[in-house]
């Protein structure tokens, strides 16, 4: 008598594995009606991540309105067989150990199914022959049995191993290549696809791959394994016995169509009703200021009933169908039980059929169908992991609009001392994919060393300009060239000596204030480092943080302001030190002395180097050695402040305006 | 990021036990209403089980009796049995389920609306303390792992308790020497499971720590992705994600290492037991000791028990992991709500014209509740007193304690000492409610939800029409609103249309005005919009403001000019009050703050030296 067949999975779990379908150790038995039999990987957190895979998107009005942008849903279309593709890719690259931990699977299923054919044997054989005084087959059998009871152990601990190095390879591969591809892409997709979006990807789609291939993918390969094997056992043993087994996976296969059917619309339903909950829930904690200040408790409450509710329906539903599919199982296997029993019994009975191969053939029949319950719990993770890959894949067919440059070139060397570049913008013109034209075409040229400001109101192409000049994104049309080079013929490190942009949104990155500054340059000192945060006017605050500049920013105590992060985002650039420095709305959040002691940084900081400041507050206009006014895209005036202040055009009221709300 | 998820105890074994069902009985009231069904499905599960143990012994009947005699219509009525008995096992197997689905369903839905419930109202210093994702896994994963834990590992650590009793029984029953055989690995794979257990745990929580970081920095690098692109920083973020993601690869073996070594002996232990009764055992067939039936059944019923044994320990493990879980959900569960309303709601103790006193702050002070205990509170000591119908403007350096002062009036946060009235009542001693109506905000960070533009807007005030709605928004200058695909009813927030800075914080400031307070609050109201839209915003808030009472945060002298007088803050404390041009003139702080241009000497110093500092960060 043996251990379970498909016992290959992972053990009993701990804290993290709690979903672990091969924890159900020796599921070996007709009770065995246990935790691993189903509803855990049904309703609990074996696919509780193709839950949480389905984030933050609930079809709204909004949805059916722009069904058109592919954007607007939360998988990106794939094409046609990547999902597939991209699993082969992944599971290719390592070929070899796939084999070798088939092969460890395949001698342990040998091993275990031996069990049932040494207790026919020593029945059939061994007692008779003892009963002769022949130890012989008797000892057999003890040495048999002992050598497949170690060699079912050896090779579970081998193939749990090997299989675990696989799929721990495959994750790797996966994060990485939605880690980098996510980097790779541009800009714009980054501005379309919500950030949301782009982490539950490469987080709790993940996951749920991984609960595939942890568990599922071991199970599926046990389960197949066990009915070839058990049936070939059978058939050997007698074949009608193992004929009419065989003839019984044909009900057990429709029933198993069949849940996988009426499974698989319950879990679409299941998950979105779970990731409409979660939505709700985070939304609320996120912003429980204004929940509080607008008194939204009461109808919050009553919102996230209602959602929770039909959530607790589609629960309670699918709970309900793995029980109608457990019931539905086991029914066939008890029939086709009872149903062999009786036939072996009267052949038997009949003479032409041994004891002991009854007797092997019962114990076959009982763990034939144990397996069953774990397809049904196979088949839950494969529709939660398939849903997820489909939507990596769709991510990862994304192309970066803004690609590597193929052949990259170097700037050319520096000349006059000077630290700034020339910009040309050369018959340029942008759209953006989806159509509508932003800028249209257009010549500029800005001299190395100069300051520009850019004004104008907001949709009026500034942003778009920096982004073009920053190579956030290319242009649809025409060139941008620094000192005579295509941006996009620079590799990142050089286009990053080039060109550098300091955005609103100061994002800080865990780690402490000086690692943050650091991004500008990694190999800076702390010297420079604080050079830089001193000439910025941040060095007073940082110095008053609990650590200073080793003060993590996402620690207590970091409480940072909006105001000091622009401060810190502003040293960033300044280490970086760029021949042509973009500042697009870079001191929106600073108080006016702030602000002041930035531009009188810029003063020197800008001083050579090629600029290019937006920015709503004419302040900055001060320091400008040429002012460009836009307006529908268009550079509409063009010359320098005094010119413009002086002349009768639009920036001429502008800067009337704004020197009047100084007042 | 903090790994804020709670250690487990280091406790002496015996002691967490007693904890675990401690833990484990405090989700008795959740419990309660499906109590009936519960225990009915454990009944049924271990009537299940006893009938699968009852199954071998009709076979050895067969074998010993029928079979061996060839009397048919033995045969035939044991295959009935076995029929009768299958079908009743399935059926039992599937009562069991139907019992719980809906009732756990429910209990996990029940738990997870307290839980949103009470999270609304815990004090803003809870959510500043906790991240929304931890909260977050208590209300998903948390809560599924309980319902599972209700559904399954309760009752079968009781259906399994039983079946093992029972079947070592009938074992013993049969041929006590093979019973005993088969006994004898019970104690080694406890006792090895539960020195699994324990090593295990720690590997995983590492394992789960390590996922956190990895988590944390995906979400950084898209969160951040200009930056990390605007400097030309992918490689070594990449770099960083992959040593990450390595050292998660290398727990993750080890993890497996683990697993293995523990399965490879759960496998092996009972299975050399097994090989040894079977051994034993047909030599008792051979001397005649023993029935060939008694030894299939033997067998049969072995292997009916390998399951149940094994079972135990990841039951337990199982249970230990439910009430961390239960731990976790009770951790937030008790916090404590908002202070209920003073039960004393009557009318204003004020005195005399209290009607119109306006806003009035005395002697408030401040100190958020996670800071240390020695260090300076945020405000120390504030009066102000904004007159009725008055609009004041709140002005100071960067962590002044603005903003704070700004959460302190519709109580988001408590004032740690002295008052805030309004009209003369203490803000205190007001129904929160009710407060929140009188005092309408608009925050710094301009927060939309998901809804409509309109739904958003109406926030502020539940019954404004669309009249009133299209007056607020034509105060914030939200005329955009009219070209976006569906107008006010266009979806917003995180499943919505995204808007740019300037247009979240102009439906935010809609949202303040909609229901025309009578105390209203705005934090840097216009910091996101351009020179053009702020004046024109400006422009029709001044007619807003008229009508009510207000305090303005500003940075700027244009939002400054919106007011009728300007406090000043300054080190916790408001330091001056007076009209713009008063503080302008008389008030140095003030003066360097609004043009950034005075105390000469000092700045021009300040100047230079950052002069230098930045010709010294330049290579």
């Known amino acids: ?663 | 990021m903090p790994t804020s998820e709670d250690v487990p105890a280091k406790d002496s074994s015996a002691v967490r036990e007693r904890s675990v069902v401690r833990s484990l009985l405090r989700l008795w009231p959740y419990v309660r209403p499906v109590r009936v069904r519960l225990f009915s499905a454990a009944f049924v599960a271990v009537l299940a089980s006893c009938l699968g143990l009852v199954i071998p012994l009709v076979l050895k009947w067969m074998v010993d009796g029928p079979i061996a005699d060839g009397d048919k219509g033995g045969i035939w009525l044991g295959a009935l049995y076995l029929l009768l008995l299958g079908i009743l096992e399935a059926c039992l197997f599937g009562f069991r389920r139907w019992l719980v689905a809906r009732p756990l369903a429910g209990v996990e839905a029940a738990m997870r609306a307290d839980l949103y419930r009470h999270l609304q109202r815990l004090p803003i210093a809870f959510h500043d303390r906790w991240p929304s994702g931890q909260l977050l896994s208590r209300g998903t994963t948390d809560l599924m792992l309980l319902r599972m834990f209700l559904a399954f590992p309760l009752t079968f650590l009781l259906v399994n308790g039983t079946t093992i009793l029972v079947g070592f029984l009938i074992l013993l029953m049969q041929e006590w020497t093979l019973g005993l055989v088969l006994l004898a690995p019970v104690v080694p794979l406890v006792v090895l499971c539960s020195v699994f257990e324990a090593k295990y745990s720690l590997v995983a929580r590492k394992a789960q720590d390590q996922v956190g970081d990895l988590t944390t920095v995906v979400e950084e690098s898209v969160l951040g992705v200009r930056i990390v692109k605007g400097f030309g920083r992918h490689r070594s973020q990449a770099l960083a994600f992959r040593a990450l993601a390595e050292r998660l690869r290398g727990t993750e073996l080890g993890k497996a290492r683990l697993l293995a070594g523990i399965w490879a002996l759960i496998m092996v232990i009972p299975e050399v037991a097994i090989g040894a009764a079977l051994v034993l055992g047909t030599i008792q067939v051979a001397d005649g000791d023993l029935s060939t039936g008694t030894l299939v059944a033997f067998l049969s019923t072995a292997l009916a028990l390998r399951w149940p044994v094994e079972s135990i320990g990841f039951l337990l493990a199982m249970s230990q992991e439910s009430a961390t879980a239960t731990e976790r959900y009770f951790e937030v569960m008790d916090a404590q709500e908002e202070t209920a309303d003073a039960a004393d709601t009557a009318g204003p103790a004020a005195v005399g014209d209290a009607e119109s006193d306006g806003l009035r702050f005395e002697g408030v002070s401040f100190r958020y509740p996670d800071a240390e205990a020695g260090s300076v509170p945020v405000l120390t000591g504030v009066d102000l007193h904004i007159r009725s119908g008055e609009t004041m403007a709140l002005v100071g350096a960067t962590g002044s304690g603005k903003t704070t002062l700004t959460a302190l009036v519709p109580r988001l946060h408590e004032v740690t000492g002295g008052r805030i009235t309004l009209d003369g009542e203490d803000i205190t001693l007001m129904p929160r409610q009710r407060l929140r109506e009188l005092v309408s905000v608009a925050f710094e960070e301009p927060t939309l939800f998901s809804a409509t533009v309109g739904e958003n807007v109406r926030m502020g005030a539940e019954s404004a029409d669309d009249a009133a709605l299209s007056r607020a928004l034509d105060v914030a200058q939200a005329d955009f609103v009219h070209d976006l695909p569906q107008g006010v009813h266009t979806e917003v927030g995180e499943q919505g249309l995204s808007l740019s800075g300037g247009q979240r914080q102009r439906l935010a400031l809609a949202r303040a005005v909609v229901g025309g307070p009578r105390f209203l609050v705005l934090d840097d109201p216009l910091s996101a919009l351009d020179v053009h839209t702020e004046a024109l915003v400006e422009a029709a808030l001044r007619r807003v403001l008229e009508e009510t009472t207000a305090l303005v945060v500003a940075h700027r002298p244009s939002t400054v000019m919106l007011a009728d007088r300007v406090a000043l803050i300054s080190d916790g404390r408001i330091t001056a009050v007076g009209t713009h041009h008063e503080l302008l003139r008389d008030n140095a702080e003030y003066a360097w703050l609004m043009s950034g241009a005075d105390a000469e000497g000092e700045a021009e110093a300040a100047g230079d030296a950052g002069a230098e500092a930045v010709e010294g960060s330049m290579r």
């Open chain 1, 1 to 663: 008598m043996t251990s379970s067949p498909t016992t290959t999975a992972d053990g009993p779990p701990g804290p993290d594995d709690r979903g672990g379908t091969g924890a159900e150790p020796g599921a070996g038995t007709l009770t065995g009606d246990g935790p691993g039999t189903g509803d855990r990987a049904g309703t609990g957190v074996g696919t509780e991540a193709g839950d949480r895979a389905v984030p933050v998107h609930v079809p709204g009005p909004v949805e059916a309105a722009s069904g058109e942008d592919p954007f607007a849903q939360d998988a990106l279309p794939a094409p046609p067989g990547a999902t597939g593709a991209l699993l082969r890719s992944l599971l290719s690259a390592r070929r070899g150990r796939v084999v070798v931990a088939a092969l460890f699977l395949l001698l342990q299923q040998a091993a275990v199914q031996a069990g049932p054919l040494l207790v026919a044997y020593a029945i059939d054989r061994g007692v008779p022959a003892f009963r002769a005084d022949d130890n012989g087959p008797l000892i057999a059998v003890a040495v048999g049995y002992l050598f497949c009871a170690a060699g079912a152990g050896v090779f579970q601990y081998a193939f749990i191993r090997a299989s675990a190095r696989v799929n721990q390879d495959v994750l790797l591969d996966l994060r990485g290549r939605i880690f980098r591809h996510a980097q790779a892409l541009s800009v714009d997709f980054h501005e379309r696809y919500t950030s949301g979006r782009l982490i539950s990807r490469s987080t709790t789609d993940v996951e749920s791959l991984r609960e595939l291939l942890a568990e599922g993918l071991q199970e599926l390969i046990g389960v197949i394994l066990a009915f070839v094997y058990i049936s070939a056992m059978l058939l050997y043993l007698d074949l009608g016995i193992g004929g009419l087994a065989v003839l019984s996976f044909v009900p057990l296969y429709a029933l198993v169509r069949l849940y996988q059917h009426r499974a698989g619309a319950i879990f679409g339903k299941r998950s979105t009703a779970i990731a409409a909950v979660i939505v709700k829930f985070a939304e609320t904690m996120n912003g429980i200021r204004p929940v509080r200040a607008f008194r939204r408790e009461r109808a919050n409450d009553a919102d996230f009933h209602a959602l929770n509710h039909h959530h607790e329906r589609t629960n309670g539903d699918a709970i309900l169908e793995m029980a109608r599919y457990v019931v539905g199982s086991r029914l066939t296997a008890n029939v086709a039980v009872a149903g062999i029993v009786l036939w072996g019994a009267f052949r038997v009975a009949d003479g032409t059929l041994a004891l002991g191969v009854l007797a092997a053939s019962v114990l076959f029949l009982r763990r034939l169908y144990d397996p069953i319950d774990r397809l049904g719990m196979f088949l839950n993770s494969y529709q939660s992991a398939a849903a997820s890959l489909e939507k990596i894949a769709g991510l990862l067919a994304q192309t970066p609009s803004v690609p590597d440059a193929a052949s990259p070139r170097p700037l050319p060397e520096l000349t006059g001392g000077q630290p700034g570049r020339e910009v040309v913008f050369e018959s340029v013109s942008f759209s953006y994919r989806t159509g509508g034209e932003v800028l249209p075409r257009f010549d500029l040229t800005l001299p190395a060393g100069q300051t520009v400001a850019v004004v104008g109101s907001t949709g009026a192409g500034k942003s778009t300009l920096a982004k073009l000049l920053a190579r956030f994104y290319d242009p649809t049309e025409g060139r941008v060239l620094l000192d005579g080079t295509d941006l996009r013929d620079l590799d990142t490190p050089e286009l990053r000596r080039g060109v550098v942009m300091v955005t609103q949104e100061a994002f800080l990155f865990s780690g402490t204030v000086a690692e943050n500054i650091a991004i500008g340059r990694p190999d800076a000192s702390r010297d420079d480092i604080e050079h830089a945060a001193k000439a910025i006017g941040a060095h007073d605050f940082i110095s008053l943080l609990p650590e200073g500049y080793d003060t993590d920013v996402r620690k207590r105590g970091g409480r940072i302001s909006a105001g000091q992060r622009q401060l810190v985002a502003f040293a960033r650039a300044l280490l970086a030190d760029p021949s042509v420095l973009i500042l697009d709305e870079a001191t929106s959040s600073l108080d006016i002395p702030g602000e002041r002691a930035v531009q009188r940084a810029m003063d020197t900081v800008l001083a050579g180097r090629t600029a290019v400041v937006i920015a709503h507050r004419l302040s900055t206009v001060e320091i400008a050695d040429r002012v460009l006014v836009m307006e529908h895209g268009r550079v509409v005036e063009d010359g320098s402040p005094t010119e413009l202040i002086g002349g009768i055009g639009r920036f001429a009221g502008l800067h009337r305006a704004w020197r009047d709300s100084l007042a």
